[in-house]
């Protein structure tokens, strides 16, 4: 169960680096002398459990088990983007359908 929660452990850490970093305000892409910063929403999920067991057949030897998993996902969708150009700023908000994506 310890590598468990150490892997547990690297995978927060991991996902927390991607919220932190690029995931909710883009990096500036630029052409010319227009700018254009991506707005997006993060999603993170994350899972994991782990069992254990004894007993086996009757009249076999005891067996014993351990097991243990985890699981995480992460998911940024663009919502807007932030213009610069010619010393003007806006904001262009991207289309959804009508499933909300």
């Not at 969708?77 to 991207?94: F, M, Q």
Request: charged share 25%.
């Amino acid at each position: 169960m310890a590598a468990l929660k150490k892997i547990l452990g690297a995978l927060v850490v991991r996902l927390e680096a991607l919220a932190k970093g690029n995931a909710v305000v883009g990096k500036k892409i630029s052409v010319g002398d227009r700018h254009v910063i991506p707005l997006c929403e993060l999603s993170l999920g994350l899972a994991g459990g782990g069992g254990s067991g004894q007993g086996g057949p009757r009249g076999k030897e005891e067996s014993k088990g351990q097991g243990g998993g985890a699981g995480g996902g992460a998911k940024v969708t663009p919502l807007a983007v932030i213009v610069v150009e010619g010393g003007k700023v806006r904001i262009e908000h991207l289309g959804r359908d009508a499933a909300g994506r």
